[in-house]
């Protein structure tokens, strides 16, 4: 029930295309939902992050969906750039618990020029 | 305003031989957390410290053991190093209710 499944595992993508990343948990009560992104050699930084009282949460190029029904969520990346070429980590917490925040497994997004 | 502070960057270690792990955070977070990274499995959580003084298990902690010396550091040992230690470790800290922040990590390699 801790779970977050993460798919794909592996994405490329043109230049100037469409990127997306699916994920989907089963704890409803989870409450928080981030998405991470990591360079090589360096640690996750927050991209993006939405909470289950909306369906949608847009920043300039980075979309997250949420459909609470089905306990999904995506990250969706428009007009993607090379610089874009990183992994991704989606993941859920619960706000008002200091405790641990589970991680899907990454997916390694490669742009090409 | 340095953020997660990992030590060491880089360690090869000989199987058996112990070592630890140093993170320390200047944001004055309460919960802080040690992950592994290997490729194809994200980011599996070893142990994490809800507060100054509490520790858990988290997914994947045998062969580990952890210090919450204090609010700023939380430190991950290896007793007996074992290959299949060899990973990335990342050390986070985070406030309640918002993301974690995390170190740039120690790349472990035992032989």
């Known amino acids: 029930q801790q779970q977050v499944k993460q798919s794909p595992q592996s994405l490329i993508v043109q230049k100037g295309g469409i990127s997306i990343i699916n994920c989907a948990y089963e704890?409803?009560?989870?409450?928080?939902f981030p998405w991470y992104q990591q360079f090589p050699g360096k640690g996750p930084a927050l991209l993006i992050a939405i909470r289950p009282d909306v369906s949608e949460k847009k920043e300039g190029r980075f979309t997250i969906s949420f459909n609470k029904s089905a306990k999904q969520f995506s990250l969706h990346i428009m007009d993607s750039q090379p610089g874009d070429s990183a992994t991704y980590f989606c993941a859920a917490s619960i706000r008002s618990s200091a405790s641990k925040i589970i991680f899907g497994s990454g997916t390694r997004l490669s742009i090409r020029p | 305003n340095a953020g997660v502070t990992q030590t060491p960057k880089f360690q090869v270690l000989k199987t058996g031989q112990s070592m630890t792990l140093q993170c320390a955070q200047d944001?004055?977070?309460?919960?802080m957390y040690w992950y592994r990274q290997d490729p194809g499995m994200g980011l599996r959580l070893i142990y994490y410290?809800?507060?100054?003084?509490?520790?858990d298990k988290g997914e994947v902690p045998n062969g580990y053991n952890v210090s919450r010396l204090n609010k700023r550091e939380f430190s991950l040992r290896l007793e007996s190093a074992a290959p299949s230690q060899t990973s990335v470790y990342f050390c986070?800290?985070?406030?309640?209710?918002?993301?974690?922040?995390f170190g740039q990590g120690t790349r472990l390699t035992v032989v």
């Open positions: 704890n409803t009560a989870f409450d928080y």
């Open positions: 944001m004055n977070h309460n919960s």
């Open positions: 986070a800290s985070r406030p309640l209710g918002t993301e974690a922040f």
């Open positions: 410290s809800a507060s100054e003084g509490t520790t």
